[in-house]
């Protein structure tokens, strides 16, 4: 199966995720072009774009997913040929103070935007047609000690975020044997890198222990994530989306499981080296505080069906990605410290002179 995307709709472009796919496919495809419709939520900063502006391949719209009309009007002027949808509310501690914005949003959201996309599909407007779903391992639940999570692990999510998730794949699902609407759908597993927002775990080590600040490790700190740097996911993505089967799943995971407490003394150790601080030093900002409700143990993905149907395997090593990405901290401090004060939040009415971002 091929297929050359050329006008994408890429929505939460301005995230950490959606940035980086959107550099790395500008790059990689020099005859396609994106358009970004992103509502800025506090998670959007397009300070993560900057190098983009200007570039007539690349256009930003300040917009929400819900809004029908404006979907359509986009679908249609652009005519888009590929949807990749990034934009969600993404944060498991969030949707445990306030789950209602993640059901608006991600389920919700996305149903505006899969019948926006099967009309527009429907209208034969373009000559072929994706809707790529970015969506997370968490829908699956949690693992015990061993297992991975596959495509075919039954939907158990535990957390308002991945309930919200899990019912956004079931429409996808849904659009694609009610309608037969071209869908490709994604899991993956947490990713790392360049323009994290830090209120996840690794952009939060690295900002705290610069700051020596407490580094907060919920419940034993023995929880299990695998983990992927942002590039290598934005890959994978393109590869999914240039050459899966319509109506087809995949995991994408880094095999590469750590414990919290082991990914912790790890960041605390390589910035010992970096800032120049004593052996152990960081460390000792460790802090255990009371554990998230019905925080998920284990996740691990098993994505040898990727690699298998597609090709695709991770090009970082984790111990060459982690450099880079604590490196990438340390030399763009200024970008974390304009996302701390709360100023990035102004760019956009600097950069594009609109109403309140
Ligand atoms: P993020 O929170 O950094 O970015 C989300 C983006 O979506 C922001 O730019 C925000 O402004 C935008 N947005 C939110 N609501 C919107 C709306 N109603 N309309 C338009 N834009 C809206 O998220 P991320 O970490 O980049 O994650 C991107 C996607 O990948 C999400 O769907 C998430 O579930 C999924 N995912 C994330 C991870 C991870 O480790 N971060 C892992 C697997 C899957
Ligand atoms: P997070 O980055 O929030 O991603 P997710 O919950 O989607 O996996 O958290 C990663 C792991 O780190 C998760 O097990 C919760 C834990 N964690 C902490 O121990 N302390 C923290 O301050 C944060 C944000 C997360």
């Known amino acids: 199966m091929k297929f050359t995307p050329t006008s994408l709709l890429v929505t939460g472009g301005a995230g950490f995720i959606g940035s980086n796919f959107i550099h790395s496919f500008i790059a990689n495809n020099p005859e396609s072009s994106v358009t970004n ?7 959007g900063n397009l300070k993560n774009l900057t190098a983009l502006e200007g570039n007539p391949r690349y256009c930003f719209v300040k917009g929400d997913i819900g809004d029908a009309p404006l979907v359509a009007q986009l679908l249609a002027d652009k005519k888009i040929d590929a949807v990749v949808h990034f934009a969600a509310e993404s944060h498991v501690d969030r949707s445990i103070t306030g789950p209602e914005i993640f059901v608006r949003t991600n389920v919700l959201g996305t149903q505006v935007l899969l019948e926006e996309s099967r009309k527009h599909w429907q209208s034969g407007a373009v000559a072929d047609f994706r809707y790529l779903q970015i969506s997370t391992d968490e829908v699956y639940g949690s693992l015990g000690d061993t297992g991975y999570f596959t495509e075919e692990t039954p939907l158990a999510a535990n957390s308002p975020y991945s309930a919200s998730k899990a019912g956004a794949d079931l429409l996808v699902r849904a659009y694609h044997e009610t309608f037969g609407m071209p869908t490709l759908n994604t899991r993956c597993s947490n990713n790392y890198g ?3 927002f830090p209120e996840k775990l690794i952009p939060l080590l690295i900002h705290n222990i ?3 600040k407490p580094l907060p490790v919920y419940g034993d700190g023995l929880n299990v994530r695998d983990w992927l740097h942002v590039r290598d996911h934005a890959m994978a993505i393109e590869t999914v989306l240039k050459k899966a089967a319509p109506g087809s799943v995949y995991n994408i995971g880094g095999n590469n499981e750590w414990k919290n407490i082991d990914i912790v003394n790890l960041v ?3 910035l010992d080296q970096r800032l120049g601080r004593a052996d152990g030093e960081n460390r000792t900002l460790i802090t255990f505080v009371k554990d998230r409700l019905g925080h998920d143990r284990r996740y691990a993905i098993d994505a040898s069906r990727l690699q298998a149907d597609l090709g695709w395997s991770p090009a970082y090593t984790f111990e060459q990605g982690i450099a880079e990405t604590i490196d990438w901290y340390l030399a ?3 970008w974390v410290s304009e996302v701390t004060s709360g100023s990035y939040r102004e760019y956009y009415n600097q950069q594009y ?5």
């Open 268 to 270: 605390c150790d390589l």
């Open 194 to 196: 360049p323009y994290h």
């Open 37 to 43: 419709l992103d509502c800025l939520t506090y998670a």
């Open 210 to 212: 610069i700051n020596k």
């Open 353 to 357: 002179g609109g109403g309140v971002a």
């Open 332 to 334: 763009n401090q200024e």
